[in-house]
């Protein structure tokens, strides 16, 4: 069983600095604060 909530990951929005984290199962990844999708895994 795979219970464990590893699926979210942090990113950080090149934008705006802001850091986040997301699912990088999902794309585009966008930044909740400014809606970029101009974002990097750290
Ligand atoms: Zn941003």
Do not use: A, L
Request: proline share 7%.
């Amino acid at each position: 069983m795979e219970e464990v909530d590893q699926s979210k990951v942090y990113f950080r929005c090149t934008v705006c600095d802001f850091v986040f984290q997301d699912d990088p199962n999902f794309f585009p990844i966008i930044c909740p604060q400014c809606g970029s999708e101009d974002t990097e895994r750290i």
